[in-house]
């Protein structure tokens, strides 16, 4: 079965970007696209407030609205709407399921601030099955222009990361774009040293030639996999959301790998994950583990 690029939209300008960057996305992946409306009746007290019926029609004008949109700079692209009634976080993350992956919108407070996602998206963010890309409003197609890098975190073992650096690769190479693999490292504590880890690190001679060694290792597989993708390996010492965002400036997209952890409260994401959506200049791809 082919699944579609879907992605959420609720008439703000945040999700009107992130429609038409999944019309592009679905494009160059040769998907169709999927537009959906996640909303929940509202029976409100006052009496001028619109009956169920009728915000049912709103739910479906404001699919209808963005349809028109993409098929206007679309023409050939195979676009789908629905209305969905329900919880928007289930409704959402069941959409997720069916998709290549799911876009939403991100509400954009400057370049220091950074920028928010609400808790509908935060909750989606920890719950779904498949990648979720976080678009900002003032997000434009030419910030996808050639020299503009997808930007990959790598961390661990080879298979620790595997989920998001697939994602990167097919991205890269749906764009013709380069892969800048990232990986971060810091000097561990004296009481992380043990005699075994003492001898990997010298026979890799060092801190950095042994971490240098690791994102090697990692790419090998999708390197050969990807062999029209040009990587950039990007080892530098750091905090990795750090390393990350000084290099996210310059990427058309940046893909961090997710760490969910489920709290009595709800899901938490990783700290990494936290905070490239809160701060990257650039859409944010995050990849659940296979």
Do not use: N
Not at 225 to 246: I, K, N, W, Y
């Amino acid at each position: 079965m082919t699944r579609p690029v879907t992605v959420g939209v609720d008439g703000s300008p945040e999700s009107t970007a992130a429609a038409a960057w999944a019309g592009r996305e679905a494009v160059r992946r040769d998907l169709p696209l999927r537009i959906v409306h996640a909303w929940q009746w509202q029976p409100y007290d006052i009496a001028l407030a619109a009956d169920r019926d009728t915000q049912a029609e709103w739910a479906q004008e404001a699919v209808r609205a963005v349809e028109r949109t993409v098929a206007e700079r679309h023409p050939g692209l195979t676009v789908s709407t629905q209305a969905l009634e329900g919880s928007p976080v289930d409704s959402l993350v069941a959409a997720a399921e069916e998709a290549e992956l799911l876009v939403l919108g991100s509400r954009g407070h400057g370049a220091f601030v950074g920028f928010l996602v609400g808790s509908v998206g935060q909750q989606v963010l920890a719950e779904s099955v498949r990648p979720l890309v976080l678009v900002r409003s003032d997000d434009r197609a030419e910030s996808e222009a050639g020299g503009r890098e997808i930007v990959v975190g790598q961390h661990g073992e080879p298979e620790d990361s595997a989920a998001a650096l697939r994602f990167a690769f097919e991205t890269a190479a749906a764009r013709g774009a380069t892969v800048r693999a990232v990986r971060a490292w810091s000097l561990p504590p004296v009481f992380a040293y043990s005699p075994g880890s003492m001898r990997l690190l010298d026979e890799a001679g060092g801190l950095e030639p042994y971490e240098k060694k690791a994102l090697g290792e990692a790419l090998r597989p999708w390197e050969e996999r990807f062999p029209d993708v040009p990587v950039t390996q990007h080892v530098e010492m750091g905090s990795a959301a750090q390393v990350l965002l000084s290099v996210a400036g310059r990427a058309q997209l940046a893909v961090v790998g997710r760490r969910a952890s489920r709290l009595a409260v709800g899901s938490r994401v990783g700290s990494v994950a936290h905070a490239l959506v809160h701060h990257a200049p650039c859409p944010v791809a995050v990849v659940p583990p296979a």
